[in-house]
């Protein structure tokens, strides 16, 4: 059985960068009806930043985060997750990697409903293999750090939606993952909930090293960002070196 | 993650209930009319089974064991000259009235017994002697009997008690048991020459001749020396058994009728279990797609959903064989309808579920490998 904190891949030595996408490419569809997603995205993450992916609807966001993530093949380019090149590995080394590396928070949670909050927040310690004791402590842990302590014999249906949002901060992070992938994450949360996720999931990332991609519309949570990436038609069109600069340009 | 696959699957209460009421009931019902045909054919061997003997010789126009077409008695000794036979003795059967106190009348299984050997007599004496027989007009009935031949008795009838056959008089002396027969009459026993005496005159009264073979013989050899010196037909009890499944299958509706309800079982199982558990992946399909993103690979997640789907199977197995066997024991101590559970029963079934499960959990199973993990990121 496995050791939590020996769960994820051993890097390579350290560059600094933690994704380097260059030139992917991703087209939905055929013929007439087919929609090119990416065309040609480049950029970098960095090494313990929190990098937020911003832009209109269908500008290709969740497409980029999926493929960084490894869930979506994409038709051409390079994906690198701290130099593991994601396109020359099988699809199972791609599955092993990301349950590895890499963390999830999603817009509805994602949590399943039949199983407790601890029992949700097990699930990435399960699949890679750690007994379900450790699992449960580690689990317990990581609920008393998101602030959920005594609620792991709850539902997730009985906890509010920023609760919800909680537990699966823990669930990302319970695995000790060196990259967490975060979909609108406040945007199913009121404005207080919504900030309070983020300065949660900032004050446990601050620091520990791990990369965070968020995808967002929300500006009232440009400001927990390191830097902004600027989506437009398929393309990172400008990387924000802070977020002043980028709530600039947004009023 | 077998665990979460199992916490998943009992806690959607409604499709749990569901799956596990649709395999209970396919498997009741395959196995229960399963087993009921199965003791309806052991009832049609009722005969072979209370007059056990291992060479059967009827007349070679008769098929199966509960008809008979009447021989000559000269039958006998031809039968007697046979080399190869050790013995053959004459055996009277024959569906008679019996007539009750209450002047109605209920039909009996009148069997007539070789005075001298006894030989088919029945396996266990409950009360009295079988020698008894001897005596004039004495039968001795059998358990069933007494239930159906007490109508307008103060009390059961028994031991000492008379009642007519065919206008003559019957004197009880002992009480035995039998298998129940195909008719579902119960069984009288007399001796040969006693029972021509109660059955109506008719030119040939001969129902079956019961042999032996000469020692260094198989009943089979022994059968067919007969069958060729004597034109008679002439069977082990096993091939008359044999003869007369064959022919129920060939010329009644009743294995076609029993079959037809079994399959509508295993179709209803798979109609149920297969759209009902469809139907619960697909209402997990989000979840199991979160679980694919976060690494959990297709052989995992394909081996939770067998689980799923065996454990539900196995479940609703248990809980149908459970009530096949309450409802079997429930048929037995009544004595009617036939049920009979051979182990055989229980595997098939159990085959029977398998298949289902698995075919539900393919249902399952394609569902989720054509799964794309990025599914969960789509609002």
């Not at chain 1, 909050?117 to 097990?122: I, M, P, S, Y």
């Not at chain 1, 004050?203 to 965070?212: L, M, W």
């Not at chain 2, 070679?60 to 003795?89: C, F, H, I, L, Y």
């Not at chain 2, 295993?266 to 797609?289: K, P």
Request: charged share 20%.
């Amino acid at each position: 059985m496995t050791d939590p904190a020996s769960i994820s891949t051993p890097l390579p030595p350290a560059n600094g960068v933690a994704i380097h996408v260059r030139s992917v490419t991703k087209t939905f569809g055929k013929g007439e009806s087919a929609v090119q997603a990416l065309k040609g995205v480049n950029f970098d993450a960095r090494e313990g930043e929190m990098l937020m992916v911003v832009g209109p609807s269908g500008c290709g966001k969740t497409t980029l985060l999926s493929v960084i993530a490894g869930t979506l093949e994409f038709d051409r380019g390079e994906v690198e997750v701290f130099r593991h090149s994601l396109h020359a590995m099988i699809k199972r080394e791609v599955t092993v990697f990301r349950g590895r590396n890499i963390g999830f928070i999603f817009q509805s949670f994602n949590l399943v409903p039949t199983l407790s909050v601890r029992e949700n927040v097990t699930i990435p310690l399960l699949i890679n293999g750690v007994k379900q004791r450790i699992a449960d402590e580690r689990s317990e842990a990581l609920l008393a750090e998101v602030g959920l302590k005594g609620r792991g014999d709850d539902r997730p249906g009985n906890l509010s939606g920023g609760q919800q949002q909680r537990v699966a901060i823990a669930r990302a992070l319970v695995h000790e993952p060196r990259l967490v992938i975060c979909d609108e994450p406040t945007s199913a949360l009121d404005k207080d909930n919504g900030q309070h996720v983020m300065e949660l999931l900032a004050s446990i990332t601050k620091g520990s090293g791990r990369t965070v991609v968020v995808v967002t519309h929300d500006s009232r949570i440009f400001k927990f960002a390191d830097r902004i990436a600027e989506m437009e038609d398929g393309r990172v069109q400008r990387v924000h070196a802070s977020p002043a600069e980028i709530q600039e340009s947004y009023y | 993650m077998y665990r979460i696959a199992l916490k998943m699957l009992f806690a959607d209460r409604a499709k749990y209930i569901m799956l596990v009421s649709g395999l209970t009931f396919a498997a009741l019902l395959m196995t229960q009319q399963a087993g009921v045909f199965m003791g309806i054919l052991g009832w049609t061997k009722g005969n072979l089974k209370n007059m056990r003997a291992p060479i059967w010789v009827v007349d070679p126009k008769v098929e199966q064991v509960n008809e008979v077409k009447p021989m000559r008695d000269t039958d006998v000794g031809r039968v007697r000259s046979v080399p190869g036979v050790a013995w053959a003795v004459p055996m009277y059967w024959g569906i008679l009235q019996a007539r009750l106190a209450d002047g109605k009348f209920k039909p009996v299984q009148l069997v007539g017994l070789d005075g001298a050997t006894m030989v088919g007599r029945p396996a266990v004496m409950v009360k009295g002697r079988i020698e008894d027989l001897r005596l004039p007009n004495s039968v001795v009935i059998d358990e069933l009997a007494i239930k159906r031949l007490s109508v307008g008795r103060p009390r059961p009838i028994g031991v000492g008690d008379t009642f007519e056959i065919n206008d003559k008089e019957a004197r009880i002396v002992g009480i035995c048991e039998s298998e129940m027969s195909f008719f579902g009459y119960p069984y009288v026993f007399t001796t040969y020459d006693q029972a021509l005496g109660f059955a109506p005159k008719q030119r040939k009264m001969l129902s079956y001749i019961l042999a032996h073979p000469a020692d260094g013989l198989t009943p089979a050899q022994a059968a067919k020396l007969i069958r060729d010196a004597t034109g008679l037909g002439a069977y082990t009890e096993a091939e008359f058994g044999k003869a007369t499944i064959m022919w129920f299958f060939k010329n009644t509706g009743i294995p076609l009728s029993f079959m037809m309800t079994i399959l509508l079982g295993f179709i209803v199982g798979v109609a149920v279990a297969g759209q009902t558990f469809y139907s619960f992946i697909l209402e997990n399909l989000r979840h199991f797609g979160a679980l694919k993103a976060m690494g959990a690979s297709d052989r995992t997640l394909m081996g939770m959903v067998m689980l799923q789907a065996f454990a539900v199977g196995m479940i609703g197995y248990g809980l149908g064989l459970g009530l096949t066997c309450l409802i079997g024991a429930k048929f037995l101590s009544m004595g009617m309808p036939p049920f009979d559970l051979p182990w055989q029963l229980p595997a098939i079934t159990l085959v029977a579920i398998l298949f289902i499960c698995s075919f539900a959990s393919l249902l399952g199973i394609r569902k989720i490998r054509q799964l794309e993990p990025a599914i969960v990121f789509r609002g």
